[in-house]
């Protein structure tokens, strides 16, 4: 399907040639791809082998049958054709035309366009799935709405990341705390996730919403990866199963995702342990990821040999040595790195 919206996004001749059709208030039925199995299920018409344009495919709508063109929408094949599904494939529609349109679109796995002349719809179809294609304008507006939605959650999220790394500093974690970022960074990724679906639908009409959108959820499948390497529980299989958690933090639905304890249920921690209030304490995966010019090899041989961030910030230049890989050099860029840190997130959190 997002093959198939790509196709027909606003600016592309075959968009423009629906448009041109919508405005003379005609029908159509237009079936993208020309192969075989395509062919099996034509009868009737006659072979054009025509280059697309707008022009031509809106003037060949006035015919009664179906216009068959490439897969890549750059030929125009047939047209005048009857389409002859199996009329045993089960079909929501009632009109003829979108009854065809789904039948073909189920069948031989193509996409199937359908322009209503009474409603002034234009329909896509393919495999399972339909979708009616919105007005650029509205399609705009939209998108513009969910990017302002989006943004508020991720400023929530930053202030909760900001949050989170004073309170490790101050070792006062509770589960509520990692919660917080959690829930805002999963949501953020959903609305992302939406928003995105209706660029491929916009096209080169939404370039500059796309960059937009990669600006606001930039850094954030990061954040929550390191935040769940962190505190995933220890009988969960901690350092090995971090996209395990965020997979069930994507099955919860947004009233189950905004309970502590569902988030909690995700990490491993048993139910009677589940407290927002629990104290927490992070194996440094995240502020260690801060520091410039770290390998991560480097950042899992710390964590593993310390056990946590506090031993970790405790440890002394000598103790930070004897990790394989660290010398004297970036055994000091550890601690130097991290006291600096921890007084920018504490400066962070009460300015």
């Known amino acids: 399907?997002?093959?198939?919206?790509?196709?027909?996004?606003?600016?592309?001749?075959?968009?423009?040639?629906?448009?041109?059709?919508?405005?003379?208030?005609?029908?159509a039925l237009i079936v993208i791809?020309?192969?075989?199995?395509?062919?099996?299920?034509?009868?009737?018409?006659?072979l054009l082998d025509a280059e697309f344009s707008p022009q031509r495919v809106s003037e060949l709508a006035k015919l009664d049958g179906a216009i068959i063109v490439s897969s890549d929408a750059r030929r125009i094949a047939r047209a005048n054709v009857h389409l002859m599904p199996d009329p045993s494939i089960p079909t929501l529609e009632t009109g003829t035309r979108h009854r065809t349109a789904e039948r073909v679109a189920r069948s031989i796995a193509v996409p199937v366009i359908s322009v209503s002349a009474a409603m002034s719809v234009v329909t896509v179809y393919c495999r399972d799935e339909r979708h009616?294609?919105?007005?650029?304008?509205?399609?705009?507006?939209?998108?513009?709405q969910a990017l302002a939605t989006l943004q508020r959650f991720r400023r929530r999220l930053d202030l909760a990341v900001t949050t989170l790394s004073a309170l490790e500093v101050d070792d006062t974690v509770t589960l509520h705390d990692v919660a917080a970022v959690l829930q805002p960074a999963e949501l953020v990724c959903r609305i992302a996730d939406e928003i995105e679906s209706e660029l491929v639908e916009l096209g080169g009409e939404g370039r500059l919403?796309?960059?937009?959108?990669?600006?606001?959820?930039?850094?954030?499948?990061?954040?929550?990866?390191?935040?769940?390497?962190?505190?995933?529980?220890?009988g969960a299989g901690a350092r090995s199963k971090p996209d395990a958690v965020l997979a069930a933090l994507a099955a919860l639905s947004t009233e189950e995702l905004l309970e502590d304890r569902r988030v909690a249920a995700t990490l491993g921690m048993a139910h009677a342990n589940a407290e927002p209030d629990r104290s927490l304490e992070p194996r440094g995966y995240r502020l260690l990821h801060r520091l410039p010019r770290f390998p991560e090899s480097i950042i899992d041989r710390i964590v593993e040999h310390f056990h946590g961030l506090q031993r970790i910030m405790r440890a002394s230049v000598g103790e930070l040595e004897e990790v394989g890989g660290v010398g004297e050099a970036r055994a000091r860029s550890v601690k130097d790195g991290l006291a600096r840190l921890?007084?920018?997130?504490?400066?962070?959190?009460?300015s």
Request: charged content about 30%; hydrophobic content about 45%; glycine content about 8%.
């Open 1 to 27: 399907m997002a093959q198939a919206l790509a196709l027909v996004a606003p600016g592309t001749p075959l968009r423009e040639g629906l448009e041109r059709i919508l405005l003379a208030k005609r029908g």
């Open 33 to 46: 791809g020309d192969d075989a199995k395509v062919l099996a299920v034509c009868t009737g018409g006659f």
């Open 132 to 144: 009616v294609l919105q007005p650029t304008a509205r399609m705009l507006e939209r998108v513009g």
């Open 209 to 234: 919403l796309r960059l937009q959108l990669d600006e606001l959820v930039e850094g954030v499948d990061d954040t929550r990866r390191l935040v769940v390497r962190d505190y995933l529980h220890d």
């Open 342 to 350: 921890a007084e920018a997130s504490i400066l962070d959190r009460y």
